[in-house]
């Protein structure tokens, strides 16, 4: 199997009440790449400047990845982001955008990345997720991530997106924002409703939740005693998610193997956040996400009841 | 087993997207008195005033309650809350707030609320919930909730009465002001460390958390496509709780206990949400309240890893 995500390669500032990074590596793309290439070969498709040094692609292209499907503009700048959180990391505020050289990103697949088994279209322009759509021959499952800005200005593109996927993976305000439907549960039934046959709806420091066609699971986020940077948690949850779809793939995903990917995906996101950007994810060690996937099997559980109430 | 549980029996005037209610039983030992007495014989103690009616009382003592210990006050009105919610039901404003005979609310314990084995202290000041305390002779298990007024306001007797319970009950908002820790777990340890051995962190339509020394469990809500009035949830997820932990107990709770009883308690709260005030509550049976336990279990269980990264 192998994996093609297209989205940003970016250089992030970021201030949280545990210290201030003023140029470090992220976008969605660099993310979902360093998470889901401990499953299986990934693709990175994406747009850079001629301040994005080798080192920062040796970063991307860690555990194998393939980078060719990065640009490198020689007269562009790289895509910045700079945000600041709050005191308790659940809010933040975007204090820079610079598209830069992403402005004009339209992305062309190289013959592996088209050829690919499983595609995650990160949050981009919806009339470029449906470009990419286009060009690859068969993925056997396809996600995608989206944005506020999208469901405002480009609606009718996004919702021809989501009709075709098979996964739709967003945060709850943006579920809501999409569907008008004041639940998750109810707005992620509403996004079935388009086309695709499940919903990751990625609630922060509250975990996620996955809804089908008739099932539901949630899973808390992994518990940290201290959070030093949120930026990119998303991004690797939806790289392990997927990662760990494509690695097992056989034929349609099931919903025993949807619930366990939603943990791998949930244990390398609670490591991104231990540390700023990338740092901790380019250290981590495949033991080391399978012990925090037991461990949060461990914090989830509780025994059937020994006498029921109804008996008494 | 018997528990009793002081705080206040009300009436509330609620408007929901879904509509609204102008006047209907409410209050804290109201909601818990409901869902505890699914488990064991309850003990309400509070204050009413003359306009609150045989018939309201009929209600607090469903399924077996003693409701002894409501003074009625011939010539005081019933405290009395308004609020409204916001079209995803997760904000809520106060409208009106008229504490009326609740002003002068000095709990005296008949001989048989004082025997109880376990003791619920709803949210009242911090004064009377240590008045309380005093009274109760020996309690096996002593649980409490506050809010973010005692907080502010009456911090060193609040402190005074965590030291002297079993396990807190609070969500996330206060237990970070009362901690002052930006994460739930890390504040939740910080309580801990005051004097109980569990704290429970309520997390709304998040679910909820159990933190004890050394372990760590939580829960989702239980999806609900629609949630009609979200009032008193806090409450009867503490009369579930408390209930099983009553039901069940035998020296010490376990943590294998503790969990079964946040989801009676989750399983309970569920129900309540789905109409207004104590409606559901009315009409619910054991044999429902099962259902969803189990129910619970099925939509937080994910299978064992067949094939761990590590040995890839």
Redesign the interface.
């Known amino acids: 199997m192998s994996i093609t995500v297209v989205g940003s390669v970016a250089f992030d500032a970021v201030k949280t009440?545990f210290g201030e990074r003023e140029r470090m590596l992220g976008g969605a793309a660099t993310y979902f790449g360093l998470a889901a290439s401990?499953?299986d070969q990934v693709h990175v498709v994406g747009r850079v400047g001629a301040d994005f040094g080798d080192e920062d692609l040796a970063v991307v292209a860690m555990r194998g990845t393939d980078v060719s499907n990065i640009e490198r503009v020689p007269d562009g700048k790289t895509f910045f982001w700079a945000g600041e959180y709050g005191?308790?990391?659940n809010s933040r505020e975007t204090l820079d955008t610079q598209l830069n050289v992403f402005e004009d990103f339209h992305p062309t697949l190289s013959a592996a990345s088209r050829d690919c088994d499983v595609l995650f279209l990160a949050n981009i322009q919806p009339e470029l997720q449906l470009g990419v759509l286009e060009q690859c021959r068969e993925p056997k499952f396809v996600a995608m991530d989206s944005m506020n800005l999208w469901i405002d200005i480009a609606r009718d593109a996004l919702i021809e997106v989501i009709r075709r996927v098979d996964c739709v993976v967003l945060n709850d305000a943006e579920l809501?924002q999409l569907t008008e439907r004041?639940?998750?549960?109810?707005a992620a039934?509403a996004v079935i409703e388009m086309g695709p046959t499940a919903v990751v709806a990625k609630?922060g420091?509250?975990?996620s939740?996955l809804?089908t066609e008739d099932?539901?699971?949630?899973?808390?986020a992994f518990?940290?005693?201290?959070?030093v940077d949120p930026t990119g948690a998303g991004d690797t949850f939806a790289g392990g998610f997927v990662g760990y779809i494509a690695?097992?793939l056989d034929g349609e995903p099931t919903e025993?193997l949807l619930?366990?990917a939603?943990?791998?995906g949930t244990a390398l996101a609670s490591h991104t956040v231990e540390e700023f950007g990338t740092q901790r994810l380019e250290r981590l060690?495949?033991?080391e996400?399978?012990a925090r996937?037991?461990n949060l099997?461990r914090?989830?559980?509780?025994?059937?009841?020994?006498?029921?109430?109804?008996a008494?």
Do not use: C, H, K
């Open positions: 009440p401990f499953f005191w308790d990391l809501r004041p639940s998750i549960v109810g039934r609630l420091e509250y975990g939740a809804i099932d539901f699971f949630a899973l808390p518990p940290l005693e201290t959070v690695r097992q025993p619930r366990q939603m943990a791998y060690t495949a033991g996400v399978d996937v037991e099997r914090i989830t559980q509780f025994e059937p009841l020994p006498a029921p109430l109804e008494s």
